[in-house]
């Protein structure tokens, strides 16, 4: 059950809700598009949006002084949201965080760790707002001190996270604004990163640029991370190269039928030796085509990489099956234990996966596709991780 915007208020008297107007939003989309990636395109578009309903609301009895801007300035927000959600404002001296999310569940708040420990990043308060995009609202449902995040909340290393209970939230606005005049806390005191050499940046820039339909924060170290980011030329790279990355084409597998395969895809017999080769084959009666492509984890497996299999198996006018397979490359039999197969969607979302085991001497999945759909392939073996983009058009 959906509720109206009066009963809302009813249920959460002490919560900030607002209203979005459709034209805004229509305006917002269409001024979310450079993106690298779906997920990367509807996170601007959501921090977009909140941002600028927080601001007018912000706007309407502050003093001129205290008139609410948003902060690092509006390029360089657009660049985070590429990798990062996550807004700041700033009203004189205080510098407000805010993070939008379309989770309707507010039993906790997450932070992502950018907004908490890189010292040009880090903020006085934290605000949590939940978009209702169908019902054309927003609310912001509470928030925190710097103070109680960094002793209150509980950091998750997987995913750079901070998590607060609901319990230790404040939903009223209201009582931030007193506070701020009564008691003023201590501005967060951060540990500085150490600045990125320009052969690191180099490499960072170019490692990270590449095309994924994921952020890639989560694959380097957080210090590197985190300088590169607190670097605006830096992030200003990354964000194009990104772009950039996203311009070059994903491998066509309709363009497979009409024999034009893109560069680095060889057949099975140049990738694989011969008894790897025959395995690969083993239901090879319902094989249309397929093609193989060396892949470097940057590991070292007995001075050898792995090779993903494509196979193209039977097909309709609007669906084609897929079979996907990890093979040892060179004189290797057996797959090194916990070698992940991943099949995600074009938003990055993962669909299926397969690890190895010992004595693997392949792992493979199968699934159905649609014409016009995209989906990524992920080979990943400990912090390694290797992408490949596909598409059906």
Known sequence: MTLTL???????????????????????????????N??????????????????????????????PQISLNLETLSQIWEVVNGSVISMGETRIILIPTEELDT??????????????????YYLAAVVEQEECRMRIWGYTSYQNLKSKANYNELDRIYYLGQEFMTEDLNVMWVAREICPQAKPSVE??????????????GQLGRSSPYSPRLEVEFEKWGA??????????????????????????????????????????EV???????????????????????????????????????????ETETEKDVNIQVHPMGEETYLPPGVKL????????????????DADNFIQLNFTTEIGEKFSIAVVLGEARVIEEFCLE
């Open 6 to 36: 009066d009963q809302l208020t009813i249920v959460f008297p002490d919560q900030l809700l607002l209203e979005i107007s459709p034209e805004e939003t229509e305006q917002l989309w269409q001024e979310s598009q450079n993106y690298s």
């Open 38 to 67: 779906g997920v990367a395109r509807w996170n601007a578009y959501l921090n977009r949006l909140c941002l600028n309903m927080t601001i007018q609301y912000l706007t309407e009895d502050t003093q001129p002084e205290e008139i």
């Open 107 to 124: 039993e906790e708040f997450a932070i992502p760790q950018e907004w908490v420990d890189l010292p040009s990043w880090v903020g006085d």
């Open 192 to 205: 500085a990163i150490e600045s990125l050499s320009l052969d690191e940046a180099t490499a960072l820039v």
């Open 228 to 269: 590169l980011l607190e670097n605006q030329n830096l992030l200003q790279m990354l964000y194009e190269q990104r772009l950039e990355g996203d311009r070059s084409t994903a491998t066509n597998l309709l363009q497979w039928f009409d024999g034009i395969f893109e560069t680095g895809w060889q057949t099975i017999e």
């Open 272 to 314: 694989l030796n011969f008894e790897q080769a025959e395995i690969g084959y083993s239901f090879r009666s319902s094989v249309r085509i397929s093609r193989g492509k060396k892949i470097d984890l940057g590991m070292r497996v007995a001075e050898e990489s792995v090779a993903l299999i494509v196979h193209l198996l039977s």
């Open 342 to 357: 991943i099949v995600m969607d074009e938003f990055g979302e993962e669909l299926t996966f397969v690890e190895s085991r």
